[in-house]
């Protein structure tokens, strides 16, 4: 088993400081948040989704500061993601099954009011969460994701979903990714990079491996099921009358300056914010985000 020297970050992994909260899925698996609680009570909460193939640790820097900030955070694992169980069916990792899981977790947690915080495949959920929970959302912010997306970007994203599983030690996932990813993640040190590593890896007996289903490749490449097949210019509407925040990776290649800037100018109440040397999506790392963040969710409690 490799150890917390094999640079495993033991409080990452483990999701020190929060506790776990499990709720069933309408097929009887077993699906998993994580709770950020603060000692104060009835504190506003924060509802976090990751991206396709991500987890709760996405969140981990992020969650840290809302809640020294009086925010209880709740960051949610998708079926066959992180901590919660993997289907039976990897026909059932869609939009549609994630979407009636996340209803199920807000009912079992009683959150009558949220912000939401969402991270690419999250933001998509995003859209179609403002409609059915409108009057409970206080705000959005969207991580580096919009109604249109470009191609190539998106065929990256389907040919790598459940290619590669699994690196011999936590430095080599951190040496694939930067390889990856380092041109648009572009001022990550070292120790980041293993960071990184830390948030979608975990230790097995001999190695490190990828926090997700492999079906999930299986899944996105059936039919072209990465993004839904409605208008998402139409489904983005859903979120005109909440406040909402773009985030834009400045290198991002699946969400342009363009799109974005045609986004905000289509919303009055989405404010736009380009995370500079980032590419997709956005860590939440640095403190000019999280303050951005932060803040527009105090201003719109």
Request: negative net charge; glycine residues 6%.
């Amino acid at each position: 088993m490799l150890q917390a020297s094999d640079n495993i970050d033991e409080n990452l992994q483990s999701l020190t400081g929060t506790t776990r909260f499990t709720w069933q899925a309408s097929d009887g698996i077993t699906l998993s948040a994580h709770i950020w609680e603060t000692d104060r009570p009835n504190c506003p909460t924060v509802l976090c989704l990751a991206g396709l193939t991500r987890n709760s640790r996405d969140f981990y820097r992020l969650a840290n500061v809302l809640q020294k900030n009086n925010l209880r955070v709740i960051a949610m694992d998708y079926r066959g993601r992180g901590m919660s169980d993997h289907a039976a069916d990897f026909r059932t990792y869609s939009l549609e099954q994630e979407g009636d899981d996340i209803d199920r977790g807000i009912k079992a947690l009683g959150l009558e009011k949220f912000s939401l915080i969402g991270t690419s495949r999250g933001g998509l959920h995003s859209f179609s969460m403002a409609k059915r929970h409108q009057g409970r959302i206080s705000s959005i912010i969207i991580n580096d994701i919009g109604p249109t997306l470009e191609q190539q970007a998106l065929d990256d994203i389907v040919a790598s979903v459940g290619s590669v599983m699994t690196q011999p030690s936590m430095i080599a996932a951190a040496e694939r990714l930067q390889s990856l990813h380092g041109a648009t993640f572009s001022k990550l040190s070292e120790a980041d990079w293993i960071t990184f590593a830390n948030q979608l890896y975990s230790p097995a007996s001999d190695c490190v491996t990828l926090c997700y289903d492999k079906g999930l490749g299986d899944a996105v490449r059936e039919e072209d099921k990465l993004i839904p097949q409605e208008d998402l210019w139409a489904s983005f509407n859903n979120l005109k009358p909440i406040p909402h925040l773009l985030l834009h990776g400045e290198n991002s290649p699946l969400l342009t300056a363009q799109t974005a800037q045609k986004m905000s100018q289509l919303h009055e109440k989405m404010e736009f914010y380009t995370v500079p040397s980032e590419g997709h999506a956005p860590l939440l790392w640095d403190q000019p985000t999280q303050d951005r963040i932060l803040t527009f969710i105090q201003r719109s409690l």
